[in-house]
């Protein structure tokens, strides 16, 4: 019963990182000659560092699938995912002044509300992290005191 979950959430994984390799082949070349240079390359490096951190919850996952989460590759896989949050939430900062340039031209005011929208959600996902790692870490020790004393 439990591995149609993870198998749900592998599959889930994979679905949501589609549309950004979408807009990466299809969109952002056409945002070319409307964004600044530096936007165009923070939008790129926003969705390597996203599909990383898809990759890192991959590996999360598969440890769940093995039974085995509670060991130093789901720490390290978090670790990784709360970093990669924290540096799409600075891309986005970098960003901000570029965009706003831009967002007064056209006056569209959502074009500056999506990135203060990332860096917000990237903030609460790097936090949500950032705990698990805590527990994930208790956890692990306490695992291997158990160890010790059987």
Do not use: Q
Request: aromatic fraction near 12%.
């Amino acid at each position: 019963m439990k591995d149609k979950y993870v198998l749900f959430l592998k599959i889930t994984l994979i679905l949501i990182a589609l549309p950004v390799i979408a807009l990466c082949i299809f969109w952002v070349p056409l945002m070319i000659g409307f964004l600044p240079n530096i936007v165009i390359a923070i939008l790129y490096l926003t969705a390597m560092i996203y599909l990383y951190a898809l990759y890192n919850a991959f590996k999360i996952l598969d440890k769940i699938d093995k039974k085995d989460v509670f060991g130093h590759t789901t720490l390290n896989a978090l670790t990784k995912i709360k970093y990669s949050a924290i540096r799409i939430s600075v891309l986005y900062i970098i960003a901000l002044p570029f965009v706003y340039p831009v967002a007064e031209i056209d006056d569209a005011p959502g074009l500056i509300a999506i990135p203060l929208l990332i860096i917000f959600a990237s903030i609460v996902i790097s936090v949500f992290a950032a705990v698990l790692e805590k527990l994930l870490t208790e956890a692990i020790n306490l695992k291997n005191e158990n160890d010790l004393t059987i």
